[in-house]
């Protein structure tokens, strides 16, 4: 297949450093908005030299997405918003970001948008039923990996919204010009902590790809097969709801995401059994079966959760599989149990995750074979989830870049598929593909809505830039040491052509929480996932207040980048 089945373009990687035909064409129009968005503020500018300004949107659950909308309606009110080039996001804050390009003209409805958004995160209902369809569907792949469950059945219920779309469907909210220009990140999870050239992908309704090699390809076509740069094979493209979990999956420590998507999956299987009315001779016996399996699997993983570091938990959790299995002493799991329960102590942490992997096999062989659809559905879902827990599967994805010639990275090109992980783990801002020279961008207005050092974020963009020689002003860290009292806004200015300005703007500050900085942060916690009507109205309250205070001064450094003279020492 040479071209996309709707003609919109060549269906193979773009291997360049240039920007997509897409978003040139949607700077273009943007510019003449930004170019009135500006003579609304007094700053007369050709479209010849319009600044490019851009939004950084930190990353923080649904924290960081309820704190983006209250952002967005004040920079709206304060006509800041109409100057916008780019808003970029990590994790929490893409909830927000891809829920409003589903509206032509979001920013001009942003206020209503902000309510009615806020609204559904109390009084919303996730749909199951598109959830367990959904879940069936990504099951049968062989990428199918945590993220597609943690999607659909975590992030979902955590929004009450399903949304079917796909990326590709917001071209038109960019095209027109009435919005900034959206971009998304996530990193390869093999390579998030070093992050060399091949760790950050971004997401555009345009194109999907790796800055740091220059290498793209159609929205469409993320997650279909290729081979050397060439579509082999096309897949349905990736809905907004597969991505906002592929985007946002770092709210918690392994054992948390653990213990959430365990969980979550047995109370699937509950609802899914106890919702189903259909009968047959051998249901009882089939269920029984199931039961035990299911049982079983749990039972494993929690020792592979365990692992040795608590030794009566992990004897508990033997017992207890022990016990499940005892009415078959001749079986397979049960005798290999005894073994495994000999050596765990003195094995490596490999060796104990290999045993966990016999042991599900061995319940795999002595309770599987179903003979009724919907018991053999829910075992292939039971046990490649309870797969991908046991060996951390995310993100799986069909590598775009498989043995393609034309880029010098083999880190990347040997894999035939990658995983894909919540960019808040390496940087929790987009700044990598902010950065990339071509997108010019003169002025970050960065919104960091981190609970724990509201300056971790830009040490690390420093670092990161510092280490690949990339353009990045200057960060005097004595200024960012008071990490539990910190100012609404640090300006670090560029001192050269190419060098961009960075307002950094911490969510909780002592200037808008007074000196209740360390109860917000308990209250709006990374791991909070449901909001009242009022703890919502607290946080956009807090957000929107920091904006209003640091108006002026982002108003100012407007006027600075495109030319005019400081007012201010």
Known sequence: MARDMDGMGEAKARISKALCVGEETAIASRKEEVKKGLAKLGIPCDVDNIPTIAILAAGGAVRAMIALYGTLVELKKHNLLDCVMYLGGVSGSTWCISALYKNEDWAEKIEALEKSHCENLVQGQWEFQKAIKAVTEAVKDECYSLTDFWSYFLVHRLLNQFDETELSAHRGSCENGKNPYPIYAAVDKTTYEKQDAGTWFEFTPHEAGVPGLGAYVDMKHFGSVFENGQLTEERKEKNICYLQGLWGSALGSKQELHRNIIGALQNFLKQDESGDSSASTNSDQEDQKFNILSEGYQTVLEMHLYESTNEKAVEKHFDHLENILKSDRSSRSFKLLRDIHESWFSADAETRKKDCMRLCQALDMDFGGFTSDSHR??????????????????????????????????????????????????????????????????????????????????????????????????????????????????????????????????????????????????????????????????????????????????LEEIKHVVGFPLQRA
């Open 377 to 554: 559905g829910l075992h292939l879902l039971l046990q490649k989830t309870y797969v991908c827990l046991l060996n951390w599967m995310w993100g799986s994805t069909n590598n775009f870049l498989y043995h393609c010639s034309d880029v010098e990275f083999p880190e990347l090109t040997n894999k035939p598929v990658v995983s894909l992980i919540d960019a808040g783990l390496a940087i929790n801002t987009a700044y990598p593909p902010l950065l990339r020279s071509e997108r010019q961008v003169k002025l970050f207005l960065s919104f960091d809505f981190s609970a724990g050092d509201p300056f971790l974020t830009i040490k690390k963009a420093a670092e990161y830039c510092e280490t690949r020689g990339i353009p990045f002003p200057k960060i005097d860290e004595r200024e960012l040491q008071d990490i539990d009292n910190p100012m609404d806004c640090y300006i670090f200015r560029g001192d050269g052509e190419h060098v961009p300005t960075v307002m950094h703007c911490p969510l909780f500050n002592k200037v808008n929480c007074s000196d209740k900085i360390a109860e917000y942060r308990e209250q709006f916690s990374t791991f909070k996932m449901s909001y009242s009507n009022e703890e919502i109205e607290k946080l956009l309250t807090a957000a929107k207040e920091n904006v209003a205070n640091v108006q002026l001064k982002i």
